[in-house]
Structures are given as C-alpha cells and as structure tokens.
C-alpha cells in the first residue's frame, strides 16, 4: 500500500494492560511497599475498593476459589512460597511488569522458611508515616512493617505500632470503609494515625539491631538480589571455619541451636532456616544477616539478640494492653482472669506473661485471690439460706427431708447437689445435736 | 469465508478481486486516500496537540459526512504514534475516543458520558466505581450500590493521569452542549482538559462553533480547526484537479475488472459531493454495492442515479454548509492578525529588511 493510502481501522498502542500501571513504591530500597498495601493503593488507583478488585479481578486470575473474607487484606501472600510467586507473576502481568516479587519476600524462598515470618497484625511506624503526611508523600505500607520480627523502625529507632484506632469511640462511626486506604486508621479513616495520640516508645537496641539487618535484607531483594542455598551453605560454612575451627557443632553450641537442625541447615539443599535462628546465629558469632546469606560473613560489633516471643505482636499495642492489666487490678469487683483478658485481646495467656511477666502474676493473684473470696462469700450465703431453711420446718413441725425443703423452696434439690449437700449436712449436725 | 478487518488490510486490489463480494466492499470501505485538506489538518492537529502549546481545547469543524471522525478514530492514534512514540511506554492509553451519547434526555448525561469514556480505555469495573472522599486528614470511602457520577468522573481523572491520556476526542460534541446550560458543560469539559495536561478535542459540524465560541475559555484556550470541503472557485488552490486526483486514487483501487471512469466526470462529481470527499467516497461505495450485485459485475452509468444524493437532500446540506463556512470564516486557527495577504507580505518585508 503506497503513501497515498491508508486504512479505516482504529489503531491502538499495543496491548496496555488490565490495570493501571502503578510503580511500587520505593523500588530497590529497605522501605519498599508490601505488595498488600499496593493492592490497597491500585484499587484507589481504579477507584473501586479492594475487596471488588481483589474478588472480581485478581482472585479469578490467580485461580483462586477462597471467597472474600474479612481477613482477606492479611491473607495477600507475601511469605517465601509458590502461592507468592503465582501472585506476583500474574499481578506483574495485570499492571505491565512492574517487577512486585521485590513487594514479597519471594525472593528468600530458597534459604529462609515462611512460618510466622509474616505478622498477621498491620503495623506502622509512628514517626515515618507523620513525615510522610507532613511532607505531602502520599502514605504506603512498608513490606519491612509486615515482617513479624521485626519491631522498631530502623530508621527513627522507635517501637512499631499495631494498626489500632486510637480514636474516641463516637468518633470511629465517621470511617465507612478503611480498608482502601494505606496509611490511615482503618476504623476512624484518620490520615497517619493521627488517632493514636500516645508517644513513640523507644526501642531496645537488640530491636533496632535486629530490624536494621532486616532492613539491609529487604533493600538487598528491593534492589532484585535472590537469596541462594548455596552462597549461605558458603557463609555457613565460612563462619564455622572463623570462629569454630571449622566444627558446626562448636557453632550450634555457641548459638544455642540445635545441632542435628544445624548440621541439616548445612548439608540439606532442601532445608530451610528461620529468620530468628539466623539472626541468632548472626548475634552470636557478630556477623551481619545479609553477608552470611551472600556467602561472604563479615563481622561488626556484638550486639545482643534477645529472641522475641512470638506473640509480642499481639493486634493491641503494648500500652493499651499494660493499662487493660493495670485497670484490671484496680477494679474493686472480682479480677477477670488472664486467660479470659487474654481472649478478650485476641491473644494467648503465654504471650501476656512473657511481656508482662510482674503485672500478669499480680493479675493471676488478685484474680485467684477475688475468686476464692466470692467462692467463700457465696458458701456462707448458702450455709445461711439453708439454716433458715431448717429452722422453718422444725417450726412446721417437718421432718427434715429434702423432700420438705422442696415444697418450701419451690424447686427439688437432689442429694449431691451444692444446696441439697448443705442441707443434709446440717441436718445431721442438728440430729447430733450440733445446731 | 470471513476475513477480518487486520486480514483485509494486509491485501492489494488484485488479491481482493478474488474475493467474495462482501469482502471487496468492506475492504474498499474501509480504504481511505490521503488528500491536501486531510493533510492540512493533520499538520495542524500534530502542532496543536503538542503538550507544550497552551492550546486546551480544540475543536475539528468541518461539513457533514466530510470524514471528521474516521480522521479522529483512525489517524490521531498514528499521529501520536509518529510525533510521541518514544515517550509513550506501552501500558499507556494516549487517545481516548468518546461518541458523545444523544439518548433523547432533557439534558446531558454525564454518567453515560464517563461510562463511555472509561469503557473506550477498557477501564475495570466501571459500574463499582466507589468515590474517594478526602476532607481534613480523614479518609472516607462513599459507598453506593453503583457508580455514582462523582466516582466515575474521579475515575476517569485517575485513568488519564495512571495511563498518560494526551488526548479526550468527544465526537459528536454538539449532543453536549445543545441545552440551555452549555456553559456548565464547557466548564466540566475544560476542567477535565486541566488534568494532567490533557487536550480535548471537539469533533462536531457547524453547529458547534456557536457553543464554543460562546465560551470565553474556548476563545483564550482553544483553537477552531476547520476539515475543509473542496471548491469549485477556490482562488488559492487549484481544489478541481485535487479533487480529480483523490477521485482518481479510488479509482485506482477498484476491486471490480470492469473500472468505471470516474475520473473523466470529476467535475460533475465534485458537484453532486459538494466537494466533500466523505460524501464522495459513500456515493462511490454505493456505486460499488450496485455494481457488484448487476450481472457480470459490469458497471452501467444508472448506478450513479441511485448512488449519489437526491437533489433535495445535497440542496439542504449545500444550504448548511454555505452558511458555516460563512460564520466560521476568519475564526479557524491560522487565519489570524497576520494571515491578511497584503499585511503578511509588508511584514514579512519588514522583517527581511530587519535582518
């Protein structure tokens, strides 16, 4: 077809994608966005809410059949696995290749294993998400705050905060649906959290350690790095020769690991290591995380790692739950017990006693304490009740018979009964002449 | 057999004349030649449409049936293509072309506007689109059964800005504005030229200079671009032997054996086409319908009778067009302070002499 010529068929520029193509943020460095929050951040993008994107669009294209559920912005796969890797490559495809396995952890699938390394609670640093709003930097949801051993914000050193309204209670109506919008109180809908007045708590150097190498393992995998069970056999391997003369049991010894789990973590392709051993392992020899996984350990100052408690995530923050336990002790009434504040929290009676050690013994005292007194108030009340009870039939001229004390009563007490036991035992001591 | 529009285009005439009779007139349908006044506003269009120029609003005028919106549909996406291709990256909608709908309301519809809109770009979920309310730090999702105007109208504004919209083409764009309160609808209009530096582009016939030249946005930020027809008595060019060679080129393209000479009766057909090149090609594929449904597929002059416009209906377009061309004259884009003959060639003078 010459120049002169030309064709009546709409042309269109190659094949955009189904969604929109939005960049993740901060691409390559330790502060990337979670692939969860940049489902959030693409369904306001499209302006429909997470939930129709997530039922109508991904679901189908990831063959997945689990309906919507609550739940469903925490069951986002971000863990090391297939069902991260299926997620990615086909959201990669929705958006035009927007390279979302940095988004997950993905990337360690080989080395390091997917159990409780992701929080099920959503959280946030204080200071990072005000900076964000302060300087007009629209809000995410960083994949470093999902990571459940991970608690301080390495940057400004504070405590991480559970996602939980801080709000007045008749001002949490104002929010209709949170779940659209990262970075703001998904009960109230306030911008950073600015619901949650109480100050930053400082973190403990161990947190800070622990979350700054962390950090330097997620800039490593943001910047498109894959973890290899070879290079960390190498760093393994390397280590024991530096400081066990080459002996990995003197190393599990030193790092209070196992030693068959270590010998496997070593010789086992197949095996793979959690996030709390390896940093065990680097806290014990001063190794930093990232150079042992690469193969080439290199050693810092030592810094002593306090292995968590894997419940210290608990969807409440700590404050609120030391000012549950507090008021709980205060109370005049009968002390709830801890396992029922417990469930009342959402969380195990465990995970209160080991962050909470003295205020949850006072608790269990003050509760058994309460207990035993109300048990010892109600026996006196009933003793009580059925002297009464005798006294009126021996009036009557009544035998004293269970049967007598029905037809006063107004209801059978049988013979083993709390009631019918008291009964009949003060009956004998009135025929013994006791009463 | 059925061949698809991507199939037919790839073939030349002596390929299609071994085609079926359905498939040799869909293909010169769909055939289209290059001519002065198309070129004309291609080149005018490339530089208005420039992200630079301050032009917002462009509107492309022109006489019924002269191929407005084939150039709109067909040429903008290459022109794009040809001016911005390499900042354009490939998840990118640049063109967004919206029939404006005419559904017989009192007034216009926006929702059915935006739907159209995003349902040109291929957008998701048009009908649960939810708004975004933003107010004082605090985030609110406005939850409805179904899209409301707002969440629509915030989700075209976002597609434009995620997919790098240059260009919104509303075709038939007097249907927008023909009510009372067309000022509202410019208003909405040029406010959604204000995102992301997008350009709308008005695609309407005579009928829509009035609206917007009324608007006094339209005048600061917009630019009239008139899809001129082809006169007989045209003092600048010579607009018969033009007209001749694009009658020619068609010819060129027959898919029949029997070609019929059109060419020696361009001046008469230029008559009965009133120099439109649209009108022209219909009364031609007309001609093509007839011949290839006669005995042999041999052409006869009668075909002609049938093929082109009654007298009656060319007299009212004739009459239509006369007086647009007569109130649009001297407010298209280039005919302006400096365009006067004798003062455009004393300042050129002067500005030789200058240098």
């Known amino acids: ?435 | 057999m059925v061949y698809s529009d991507s199939d037919l285009i790839k073939m030349c005439r002596e390929d299609m004349i071994q085609l079926p009779t359905r498939s040799r007139l869909h293909w010169f349908k769909l055939l289209q030649v290059k001519h002065r006044e198309l070129e004309s506003v291609i080149h005018d269009m490339a530089h208005l449409i420039d992200p630079d120029i301050e032009t917002r609003i462009i509107s492309l005028i022109g006489m019924t049936g002269i191929g407005k919106t084939t150039m709109a549909r067909q040429i903008i996406n290459t022109m794009l293509k040809n001016y911005w291709g390499d900042s354009i990256k490939p998840n990118d909608i640049p063109y967004i072309f919206v029939p404006a709908p005419a559904n017989g309301e009192k007034s216009f519809s926006w929702g059915n506007f935006y739907t159209r809109a995003l349902r040109s770009a291929n957008e998701i979920l048009i009908d649960k689109k939810v708004q975004d309310a933003n107010s004082e730090g605090v985030s609110k999702i406005l939850k409805s059964h179904r899209s409301t105007v707002v969440a629509m109208r915030e989700a075209l504004e976002s597609l434009i800005i995620h997919r790098n919209v240059r260009v919104l083409a509303i075709d038939e764009a007097t249907h927008m504005l023909r009510f009372d309160h067309y000022a509202a609808v410019m208003d909405t209009i040029k406010s959604l030229g204000d995102i992301h530096n997008v350009k709308i582009l008005l695609i309407g016939s005579y009928d829509l200079f009035d609206l917007v030249t009324d608007y006094g946005q339209t005048a600061r930020r917009g630019e009239i671009l008139h899809y001129k027809r082809y006169h007989e008595n045209n003092d600048e060019y010579d607009d018969k032997a033009e007209f001749k060679a694009i009658i020619e080129k068609l010819q060129h393209k027959w898919p029949c054996n029997d070609i019929p000479n059109f060419a020696a009766i361009s001046d008469e057909l230029m008559q009965a086409t009133l120099g439109s090149v649209g009108i022209l090609k219909a009364l031609m594929l007309s001609s093509l319908k007839l011949q290839l449904s006669s005995k042999n597929e041999s052409w006869r002059p009668e075909h002609l009778k049938k093929a082109s416009k009654s007298v009656k209906m060319l007299n009212k377009i004739r009459i239509e067009t006369e007086h647009g061309e007569e109130k649009i004259a001297g407010a298209c884009y280039g005919e302006s302070f400096f365009s006067g003959n004798d003062f455009f060639s004393r300042i050129s003078q002067k500005m030789g002499a200058a240098r």
């Open chain 1, 1 to 435: 077809m010459s120049d002169d010529y030309y064709f009546d068929v709409v042309s269109s520029y190659g094949n955009p994608s189904i969604l929109h193509p939005l960049e993740p943020k901060n691409i390559g460095e330790s502060t990337i966005e979670s692939l969860a929050g940049y489902i959030v951040r693409l369904a306001r993008a499209h302006h429909i809410s997470t939930k129709n994107l997530m039922v109508n669009i991904i679901h189908p294209a990831v063959d997945q059949e689990k309906s919507w559920a609550d739940s469903a912005y925490a069951t986002i796969p971000l863990h090391p696995g297939s069902r991260t890797e299926k997620w990615t490559n086909v959201l990669n495809q929705l958006t035009g290749g927007q390279k979302l396995e940095r988004c997950t952890l993905v990337w360690m699938q080989d080395v390091i294993a997917p159990q409780k390394l992701i929080s099920k609670s959503q959280r946030y640093c204080p200071q990072c998400v005000i900076s964000c709003a302060d300087n007009g930097i629209e809000l995410f949801d960083q994949l470093m705050w999902r990571i459940e051993l991970v608690l301080a914000c390495p940057l400004h050193k504070v405590r991480l905060r559970t996602a939980t309204c801080g709000a007045a209670p008749a001002a949490k109506s104002a929010g209709l649906n949170r779940r659209s919008s990262a970075g703001h109180c998904r009960q109230c809908g306030i911008k950073a959290y600015r619901c949650d007045t109480s100050a930053s708590e400082e973190a403990t150097k161990s947190e800070v350690w622990a979350a700054s190498q962390i950090a330097d393992l997620i800039k490593h995998g943001a910047s498109g790095g894959i973890l290899n069970k070879n290079d960390f056999i190498k760093g393994m391997k390397k280590v024991a020769d530096d400081i066990c003369q080459g002996y990995l049991v003197r190393l599990a010894k030193k790092c209070g690991l196992p030693k068959s789990q270590t010998w496997r973590w070593v010789n086992d392709t197949n095996s793979t290591i959690s996030l709390t051993a390896l940093l065990q392992i680097c806290s014990a020899v001063h190794c930093s995380l990232l150079s042992l996984l690469t193969g080439n350990p290199t050693y810092e100052p030592k810094t002593d790692f306090v292995r968590y408690c894997n419940q210290t995530h608990s969807p409440l923050q700590l404050k609120h739950v030391e000012a549950l336990l507090r008021s709980e002790l205060k109370k005049d009434a009968e002390t709830a017990a801890l396992a029922n504040i417990a469930k009342k929290l959402g969380v195990t009676t465990r995970s209160l006693r080991d962050t909470f050690p003295e205020l949850a013994a006072r608790v269990v005292k003050k509760s058994t304490h309460d207990r035993l007194a109300a048990k010892k108030l109600a026996r006196q009340r009933d003793e009580e009740e059925c002297a009464n009870l005798c006294r009126l039939l021996l009036e009557k001229n009544l035998t004293l018979t269970l049967n007598n004390a029905a037809k006063i009563v107004g209801k059978k007490w049988t013979k083993n009964s709390r009631m019918g036991t008291i009964f009949l035992r003060q009956r004998m001591d009135i025929l013994d002449g006791k009463m």
